[in-house]
């Protein structure tokens, strides 16, 4: 609410880039219903005498652009505003204050990191089928992927044509970053939205970028998948660090629990709850609960020897597709158990 054109100028700048769309009054609505369901009322010092006999309510901010405004505490009191503001210094905070507004303040969502013990453990298609199957059960679901070499995950969901925004469209991205305009832009797949890598080779993406990306895939609620590589560098750090829980994928076999060693204590310094998948078929001698043991992390579940896997790496079926099928079943039960009221429980078993 101002008639000061260049305030205005400046509250449509701040609410386009929190991604809101305001709705703008040069004085008191007619209706006074709009004064009562907005989320946030921004009120200019311009037209704040006119506001007198408004009902109180919460979320009313006064604004201005005069740093020395007599009398602007005084008329906030009157208004009943929480905050009185001065831009340009309030400038980061208000459109932080915007996007929570429109975004809503639930739970953020599940995070969990998935990550190979060692190359070629399958630490992708568990990735995608967790997402999948999290999609199928009715969860707001993305799927991140992290792993710059990895060749971009929308391969394995067979959407590496469908249209939609890759990491290399978010590279400078600072700050916040609007839950609704990353949502909006990415690729739809399979009932959940997918961040990948694109298929340019050479593209970094700083930890700046993965932490505006991934804070705002988290304040979309649900459950977010990450699918990281095994060299932890500044980014991957970032991705742990916003993480809930990481899964460790280890086939059964010596070499691998070796390797995995290495990863896990990597990983360890980002990440407090990492739990251990092994994955079928198994070394002689080698079971779930031994790869757990060997790497003294506690044990999520055996992962069985999927039928059909060729074709989801072919990109012919995504990963967990088939409700019946172990991995799908392996999927569903983790997240049964995992996501209570969107908050990771403590450490049980999935098979």
């Not at 709009?34 to 037209?47: I, N, S």
């Not at 905050?83 to 980061?92: F, K, M, S, Y």
């Not at 998935?114 to 070629?120: E, S």
């Not at 993480?243 to 896990?264: F, H, M, Y």
């Amino acid at each position: 609410m101002t008639e000061d054109i260049d305030l205005l100028d400046d509250l449509l700048r701040l609410c386009a880039a929190a991604g809101v769309e305001p709705e703008v009054h040069h004085g008191v609505p007619e209706d006074r219903e709009v004064w009562r369901r907005a989320p946030l009322v921004l009120v200019g010092d311009d037209v704040v005498q006119r506001c007198h006999g408004l009902a109180r309510r919460r979320g009313v901010m006064l604004v201005g652009r005069e740093q020395d405004a007599p009398d602007v505490w005084r008329q906030a009191v009157e208004l009943g505003a929480e905050h009185v503001l001065r831009l340009p210094d309030a400038e980061g905070w208000l459109v932080e204050q915007l996007a929570n507004a429109t975004e809503g303040a639930g739970h953020p969502a599940l995070t969990v990191a998935v990550v190979g013990g060692r190359g070629g453990a399958g630490a992708s298609t568990l990735a995608c089928a967790l997402a999948v199957t999290a999609a199928r059960a009715g969860l707001r679901a993305t799927l991140i992927d992290g792993d710059p070499l990895g060749g971009g995950i929308d391969v394995l969901l067979g959407g590496e044509r469908t249209e939609g925004r890759r990491w290399p469209d978010f590279v400078h991205t600072r700050g916040r970053l609007g839950s609704g305009v990353l949502e909006g832009s990415l690729p739809a797949l399979h009932g959940l939205r997918v961040l990948s890598r694109g298929r340019e080779c050479g593209v970094a993406v700083p930890p700046q970028a993965v932490r505006s990306v991934l804070a705002a895939a988290r304040r979309l609620g649900g459950v977010v998948v990450v699918d990281l590589p095994r060299q932890v560098d500044e980014s991957v750090a970032e991705a742990l660090s916003q993480s809930d829980i990481g899964l460790l994928v280890v086939p059964g076999e010596l070499r691998a629990v070796a390797a995995a060693k290495c990863v896990a204590s990597a990983i360890g310094t980002s990440l407090d709850d990492l739990r251990v998948v092994a994955r079928a078929p198994f070394a002689p001698g080698l079971d779930g609960p031994w790869v757990a043991r060997a790497l003294a992390l506690p044990l999520l579940g055996e992962l069985p020897v999927e039928p059909g896997a060729s074709a989801h790496q072919d990109g012919v079926l995504p990963p967990g597709s088939g409700p019946r099928g172990p991995l799908a079943r392996f999927c569903a039960a983790f997240w049964e158990k995992a996501y209570v009221g969107g908050r990771p429980v403590p450490v049980g078993g999935a098979s």
